[in-house]
C-alpha cells in the first residue's frame, strides 16, 4: 500500500523559512517522479513544485520560483521542500503527491497534507 | 504561464448529468487529468489521460477530450459526488503542469 506522510508544518513568521519532509513507503520511490501541491484557503489546487525521477530535472510555479527548493533522496525514500522568504499567502495545507505512473508527473496518490501558516 | 480555464460552479439536481469544462490551448496535444476533492481531504485522481478511470472510480465519471477542452462527465450524478473538481495538463513544453482553477460541484 502506497504511504506519504508529510511533516515539518507549522507556523513561521513572515520572511522566515521552513522545510517539509514526504516520507514514502510501499512502492520504489526511485521510479516515480513526484510533487508539492498546495492548497490556500479559499483558493484552489496549485502545483508549487515536482521532480523527476532521479530528481535530475525541477519545475516550480512562478509564485515560489526562486524561494521555494524541491530535492528528494532516493536512499531514504524522502520528498523535501525547502521554502524560504515566506509569505502570508505561501499560506496553505501542502500535499506530497506521487506520479500514477512511472514517468508521469500527473498525480496519483496523495499524502493527507501538512499545514504551513505564515504570521506574525 | 500556461492556464487551464475551468467554470467556477456546476449544479444539477441528483440523477442528473453534470458536464465540467476544462480549455487549454495545449490540450490537443496534452493530456487531461481530473481529481475530486472533497471539503478536508486529499485529492483523488478520477480520470487520466483524457478519458481512462482509475480502479475503483465509478462508471459514472467518464472523461472526453474535443480540440481544445476537456470534459469530465458524471452521467448520474449523486449527493456524494458533490466537491470541487480540478483538471490538470502541461503546457506544450512538456515542461511545465499546473491545475484549473477548479469548478464547485453541487448536487441537490
Known amino acids: 500500500e502506497v504511504q506519504l506522510l508529510e511533516s515539518g508544518g507549522g507556523l513561521v513568521q513572515p520572511g522566515g523559512s521552513l522545510r517539509v519532509s514526504c516520507a514514502a513507503s510501499?512502492?520504489?520511490?526511485?521510479?516515480?517522479?513526484m510533487s508539492w501541491v498546495r492548497r490556500a484557503p479559499g483558493k484552489g489546487l496549485e502545483c508549487v513544485s515536482d521532480?523527476?525521477?532521479?530528481?535530475?530535472?525541477?519545475d516550480y510555479a512562478d509564485s515560489v520560483k526562486g524561494r521555494f527548493t524541491i530535492s528528494r533522496d532516493n536512499s531514504k525514500n524522502t520528498l523535501y521542500l525547502q521554502m524560504n522568504s515566506l509569505r502570508a499567502e505561501d499560506t496553505a495545507v501542502y500535499y506530497c503527491?506521487?506520479?500514477?505512473?512511472?514517468?508521469?508527473?500527473?498525480?496519483?496518490?496523495w499524502g493527507q497534507g501538512t499545514l504551513v501558516t505564515v504570521s506574525s | 504561464s500556461y492556464e487551464l480555464t475551468q467554470p467556477p460552479s456546476v449544479s444539477v439536481s441528483p440523477g442528473q448529468t453534470a458536464r465540467i469544462t476544462c480549455s487549454g490551448d495545449?490540450?490537443?496535444?496534452?493530456?487531461a487529468y481530473w481529481y475530486q476533492q472533497k471539503s478536508g481531504q486529499a485529492p483523488v485522481l478520477v480520470i487520466y489521460?483524457?478519458?481512462k478511470r482509475p480502479s475503483g472510480i465509478p462508471e459514472r465519471f467518464s472523461g472526453s477530450i474535443s480540440g481544445t477542452m476537456a470534459t469530465l462527465t458524471l452521467s448520474g450524478a449523486q449527493v456524494e459526488d458533490e466537491g470541487d473538481y480540478y483538471c490538470?495538463?502541461?503546457?506544450?513544453?512538456?515542461?511545465?503542469?499546473?491545475f484549473g482553477g477548479g469548478t464547485k460541484l453541487t448536487v441537490l
Open positions: 521532480i523527476s525521477d532521479s530528481g535530475g530535472s525541477t
Open positions: 495545449s490540450l490537443t496535444k496534452k493530456s
Open positions: 489521460e483524457d478519458s
Open positions: 490538470y495538463s502541461t503546457d506544450s513544453s512538456g515542461n511545465h503542469r499546473v
Open positions: 510501499g512502492f520504489t520511490f526511485s521510479n516515480y517522479a
Open positions: 503527491a506521487k506520479g500514477y505512473s512511472e514517468s508521469y508527473y500527473a498525480p496519483g496518490d
